[in-house]
């Protein structure tokens, strides 16, 4: 890959502290990064540190070949996008907000009525985290164009293709969430239990329930083969609306791949500390359809 290809111009639209850390990490890497957000003044910093403010929706995708966006879910995506969207053509779109499989194969053809190239990706990381090797993007869709940009999509973390289906970023983002809101949950129990008789926390955390949680991941490699075997027979850095969003697409995406609804137990933990107390009283259908509307 040549350094002009790795310079590209990009646009980010979504400036929550997700994308700020996006625009950022790409500024700093000396791409021309256009900037928009509906909210005009959180454009404010990175427009201090050199990106351009664009003037509209319009505007911020016609200034760059590549239009990343981070928004809450893809309603909003679809929302922010649809009064510019013949702007998309000939350009490639990066839609990193947060949904579910089918969502990610919609937009898709969505991207491609207007011309557009389509990546769906998925981001396994705090804002902090971005611009450094540690953080995880996840991306799936246009073959070509992740090739043509990897270059640019490597500033972001370490960047992972999945595939030629558009929702396998989406269904592997999740997939991670889950397994990441059913240990906290799991660990937070297990506090709670403790503490039930006074005990010292920080040294029951730091000399049994970390060791305990990192040598149960050694097994996890034979746990898929089990899998297999049965398939075979000033932002917050994580607002609880994108928590509620995540989790209610997670709930989503299962029904949708025919898991077990049983299996999402483990989320009831974190729903209940997203919705507080309207949750009581009512199944996890109902905790789903709570948690959906205190994303709006």
Not at 43 to 64: C, E, N, Q
Not at 153 to 160: I, K, Q
């Amino acid at each position: 890959m040549s350094e002009q290809d790795a310079l590209t111009p990009v646009t980010v639209v979504g400036l929550g502290a997700m994308g700020k850390a996006l625009a950022a990490a790409l500024l700093k890497a000396g791409h021309r990064t256009t900037v928009w957000n509906r909210s005009d003044a959180k454009a404010d910093t990175l427009v201090a540190d050199g990106a351009v403010r664009a003037g509209s929706i319009t505007d911020a995708i016609t200034a760059s070949p590549v239009v990343i966006v981070c928004l809450l879910d893809y309603g909003v995506m679809h929302e922010v996008l649809a009064p510019a969207a013949d702007a998309l053509s000939g350009r490639l779109l990066v839609n990193l907000s947060n949904g579910t499989p089918e969502q990610g194969r919609e937009t898709a053809v969505w991207a491609a009525g207007h011309g557009a190239e389509y990546l769906d990706g998925g981001i396994m990381a705090v804002p902090p985290m971005i611009g450094h090797p540690e953080a995880l993007v996840l991306y799936s869709g246009s073959k070509p164009a992740f090739e043509q940009h990897e270059g640019l999509l490597c500033r972001l973390g370490d960047s992972r293709y999945l595939g030629t289906d558009a929702g396998l970023a989406a269904l592997y983002d999740l997939a991670l969430l889950s397994a990441m809101y059913g240990q906290a949950a799991g660990a937070r129990h297990a506090l709670a239990l403790v503490g039930t008789e006074r005990a010292d926390l920080p040294e029951f955390t730091s000399s049994l329930l970390i060791p305990w949680l990192t040598s149960m991941t050694i097994g996890l490699p034979a746990l898929a083969e089990q899998t297999d075997a049965v398939r075979e027979a000033e932002d917050p850095v994580s607002p609880e609306s994108m928590q509620a969003v995540a989790i209610a697409n997670i709930a989503e995406a299962s029904a949708g791949q025919g898991v077990d609804g049983e299996l999402l137990s483990h989320l009831l933990v974190p729903l209940r500390d997203l919705i507080g107390h309207r949750g009581a009283g009512h199944d996890l259908p109902g905790l789903i359809e709570l948690a959906r509307k205190a994303a709006l």
